[in-house]
């Protein structure tokens, strides 16, 4: 399909008033195309010739006006670092409208009603950043927001210093947050908060729309979904940095990229935002802010719902949580028929040997995907071989309970255990030259991202270990 044959509908508008602001997205200058995504251009049935226009890089400025466009920025409240923030809303972004159930949004092109005292626009480096990790968290399988396109500019903006801006066309089956709920339930806008839930549940959660008790469960798949994402992140080694509950998708997405990181060497108190000073978003305690975002968005749902039956849903996040985190660590160390009974002590004494030999997280299961007996390699990792030659004793007696063939076990760890992660060094690199206009490492980053499971002996300079002068740094949530 041609840009000019482009239809957008806008369902989102058929909420009452409040729930969102028309506004008109603010042209960057002299706007270039750093990179577009053919996936993603196909999933809106955009013909890839399209991508290399004068009038692609319009529609990524908000110049190019397809069929049907009827732009806006959504409202929503949240508990931000714990504290209820009664309006915030889509301060830098602009819906432009859907497509094949695509909701098509321009981050950073310009002021909306909520953009408070911003400016509505996104730089450079964090235009990058959200680019490149939404596309690497799709390739790792993990449910997310991703990215048509990055184009840069001219346009000067001022952060710490002035950089320039750049503005990204992300896409999602959904929107609406956490935070959404907690915006009408707070005004006693008990009329929006049932349209609102009715929305979301046509948008996401389709085969509930007929049920009797669909909020109830509605709050049930959003437990579930949200109790899911938290394992995945955690079985990976994501941290999000900021999981304020307007952060928090009901489609179980990842979203809204800001200061968040790849573990370096493991550690389960790592925090990676430098505005966390309590460590309310560490690494480790991910799983607990997710449940506690949950008790926001089910104090949020009470007016349409019991309490005490919301309650009962929630009270099995903790069993939906863990079980997945125990498939997905068991996925990871090549076993069959894992429990907690059984597993749990081994997964324990794997994450505690890790952080007292400071292992990098990702190189140390690459590595023991090739594991055959030899020990010689994961030695190699830290500096002390006793805490790591205990566990793999435990490690090889536990595999000789599994009736499958190293071969076997290799080949579906290999495919469980990514090879690269982009972390933030190599994000930084990137930055780097595509300051100085050159978007090459764009370009690589975006390759791995897509495909972080096979070897690509062209980039094996980020296979290994984070340099020691890069660990775990700390970003800010302007990142």
Not at 254 to 261: C, E, K, L, Q, V
Not at 273 to 302: C, E, K
Not at 367 to 392: C, E, F, I, Q, V
Not at 462 to 477: H, I, M, Q, R, Y
Request: aromatic share 12%.
């Amino acid at each position: 399909m041609k840009l000019n044959e482009l239809k957008l509908s806008n369902p989102y508008l058929d909420l009452p008033a409040e729930c969102h602001d028309r506004v008109t997205p603010s042209p960057l200058v002299k706007p270039h195309l750093i990179h577009a995504n053919k996936d993603v251009a196909k999933l809106l049935d955009i013909d890839e010739e399209e991508l290399q226009t004068e009038d692609f890089v319009k529609l990524i400025n908000g110049e190019f006006t397809a069929e049907g466009s009827d732009t806006f920025a959504m409202c929503y409240a949240g508990h931000q670092f714990g504290h209820f923030v009664p309006r915030l809303g889509d301060g830098r972004a602009i819906n432009i409208g859907t497509v094949n159930g695509l909701h098509m949004q321009l981050k950073g092109a310009g002021e909306t009603k909520y953009s408070r005292s911003g400016d509505g626009r996104a730089v450079l480096r964090s235009s990058i950043r959200e680019y490149l990790m939404s596309e690497a968290m799709h390739g790792l399988g993990i449910e997310t927001t991703r990215a048509l396109a990055l184009i840069g500019s001219h346009h000067k903006v001022y952060r710490e210093t002035w950089e320039t801006g750049a503005i990204v066309l992300r896409v999602s089956p959904s929107w609406v947050r956490f935070g959404t709920f907690e915006y009408f339930a707070h005004k006693k806008r008990y009329a929006e908060l049932e349209a609102l839930a009715d929305y979301a549940i046509a948008e996401s959660y389709p085969h509930l729309m007929d049920e009797a008790n669909k909020y109830l469960l509605f709050f049930t798949e959003v437990v579930g979904k949200t109790a899911r994402l938290m394992a995945e992140w955690q079985a990976v080694g994501f941290q999000h940095g900021v999981m304020n509950t307007d952060n928090m998708s009901i489609h179980g997405l990842t979203i809204d990229y800001g200061p968040y990181a790849f573990l370096d060497d493991y550690d389960f108190e790592n925090i990676c935002n430098h505005t966390d000073q309590g460590g309310r978003y560490s690494f480790g305690n991910q799983p607990n802010i997710g449940h506690w975002n949950l008790q926001a968005l089910m104090v949020a749902l009470s007016p349409l719902v019991n309490s005490e039956k919301l309650e009962k849903v929630l009270d099995h996040y903790p069993r939906l949580y863990t079980q997945r985190y125990l498939y997905l660590m068991g996925e990871k160390l090549g076993l069959k028929n894992v429990t907690q009974e059984k597993d749990l002590d081994l997964f324990k004494h794997l994450l505690g040997m890790l952080q007292g030999l400071t292992v990098d997280y990702t190189v140390f299961f690459r590595t023991l995907s090739h594991y055959d007996g030899d020990r010689t390699a994961l030695l190699k990792l830290g500096l002390y071989h006793k805490p790591m030659n205990d566990w793999l004793d435990s490690y090889d007696e536990r595999l000789q309970e599994d009736a499958w063939s190293t071969k076997e076990r290799q080949a579906s760890m290999l495919k469980t255990n990514p090879k690269y992660v982009l972390k933030n060094y190599m994000l930084q690199e990137a930055i780097d030259a595509a300051q100085e206009s050159d978007f090459k490492l764009v370009d690589d980053l975006f390759t791995i991202a897509q495909d972080p499971y096979s070897e690509h002996p062209e980039f094996e300079r980020w296979a290994g270990v984070t340099p020691d002068v890069f660990k775990n740094e700390k970003l800010s949530c302007s990142s």
